[in-house]
């Protein structure tokens, strides 16, 4: 039980182009989903919370205007990287909570993001 | 603010050997705590979770991890190690106030390499 699928796995596509990448709980219902992003050989940074129905709340320094996220429905949120260069190249993890806020994280398997 | 410190970079272990990777936390309140593990170009899996009572928690794949208040300190162990356990290994505490999006803060991580 407790499923993320995320969706693609590997994007690689040209500078100034937006990407989206859904990430979604496949058999359970997720009120709240995370969005982090790692870089190679480092670990996970939040990047924003998103509770469905509600806009999401962004950490210190990311960019809601240049990642825009949805969560329209509770198996389902969408992060889209509008405009995105070759710095916003990264590994983005998507997480779901089934339960309540000391519930654990389920993490989906990744986007690898290349933006040449 | 909450913070988690795995002060090995890198491990390696023979296979069949025991392993205890290292976890210090730093929260004020009873911290919720989290091992979990990364294979490369993948999500993470979640393999073991503490929020109270018995201060020594089982997980999958054969792990375990101690809770210790005094020391701040919940390490994770394994007797045998096997050689599908190679991959990168993160700490993470839960924390926020209670009935908010709690967030997980996560370590640096610890890259486990198993010799044949």
């Known amino acids: 039980g407790a499923v993320v699928s995320q969706h693609p796995s590997r994007v690689i596509c040209k500078s100034g182009t937006s990407v989206k990448i859904e990430c979604r709980s496949l058999?359970?219902?997720?009120?709240?989903m995370f969005w982090y992003r790692q870089f190679p050989k480092q670990s996970l940074m939040l990047m924003a919370t998103?509770?469905?129905?509600?806009?999401?709340?962004?950490e210190q320094g990311v960019e809601k205007d240049k990642f825009l996220i949805n969560h329209a429905s509770l198996t389902l949120s969408t992060l889209t990287v509008t405009s995105a260069h070759p710095e916003d190249s990264s590994f983005y993890i998507c997480?779901?909570?089934?339960?309540?806020?000391?519930?654990?994280?389920?993490f989906g398997d990744g986007t690898r993001l290349s933006i040449l | 603010a909450q913070s988690v410190t795995q002060p090995d970079i890198h491990i390696t272990v023979s296979e069949g050997a025991s392993l205890e990777l290292r976890c210090n936390y730093s929260?004020?309140?009873?911290?919720?705590l989290f091992w979990y593990v990364q294979s490369p170009g993948q999500g993470l899996q979640l393999l073991l979770k503490?929020?109270?009572?018995?201060?020594l928690v089982q997980g999958i794949k054969g792990f375990e991890a101690e809770f210790k208040r005094s020391q701040s300190s919940f390490n994770l162990r394994k007797p045998s190690v096997h050689w599908s356990d190679a991959a990168e290994y993160f700490c993470?505490?839960?924390?926020?106030?209670?009935?908010?999006?709690?967030?997980?803060?996560f370590g640096s991580g610890t890259q486990l390499t198993v010799l044949p």
């Open positions: 997480s779901a909570r089934l339960g309540g806020p000391n519930q654990p994280q389920h």
């Open positions: 058999d359970f219902q997720a009120t709240t």
């Open positions: 998103s509770n469905e129905g509600s806009k999401a709340t962004y």
């Open positions: 929260y004020g309140a009873t911290p919720y």
């Open positions: 503490y929020f109270s009572g018995d201060t």
């Open positions: 993470a505490v839960g924390a926020g106030p209670s009935g908010s999006a709690r967030q997980l803060t």
